[in-house]
């Protein structure tokens, strides 16, 4: 989980000046298409989770307790809004997340991440997922099934 929760701080911490939420929904896909990148690349994902199809594209259960766990431990604010569609969140990073060292992502892997974050990042949630949908892996999948990256 150590390297699942660095990579949202790395992300967080890069879309901070963004003018865009980074709800959940835009950091899962952020991390997938990353890691989906990382592993044509490096042969290996770089936060190490699995996803699966969901209601949204892909969706990783490790993901959301790791957000869950930065919000609780004061390294992300969340300014929740209530939308039509349920809560939306809106996580920034606080001082005591920019205090901490990413110490486990490697050159290649920031560099794919960055990559990701600035091709995609500011995108509307609704282009964002169009990319996802547009994989290999969720053009191959039914939904509940395990994402093959």
Avoid at 27 to 40: Q, R
Avoid at 47 to 54: A, I
Avoid at 117 to 143: C, Q, S
């Amino acid at each position: 989980m150590e390297k699942v929760i660095e990579t949202i701080l790395y992300v967080t911490r890069r879309l901070e000046k963004a003018r865009v939420k980074v709800g959940r929904t835009r950091i899962m896909k952020i991390l997938y298409l990353a890691d989906l990148i990382a592993k044509s690349k490096l042969g290996r994902t770089i936060t190490g989770t699995e996803y699966r199809y969901y209601f949204y594209g892909p969706y990783s259960r490790e993901v959301i307790d790791a957000i869950i766990k930065l919000k609780n431990e004061g390294y992300l604010t969340d300014e929740t809004e209530l939308t039509k569609f349920g809560p939306a969140h809106n996580y920034r990073p606080t001082e005591k997340a920019h205090e901490v060292q990413i110490a486990h992502l490697t050159k290649e892997e920031t560099e794919i991440l960055d990559s990701v974050i600035k091709k995609f990042g500011r995108n509307e949630l609704i282009r964002l997922l169009d990319v996802v949908y547009a994989t290999e892996p969720m053009r191959k999948a039914f939904p509940g099934e395990i994402l093959r990256l």
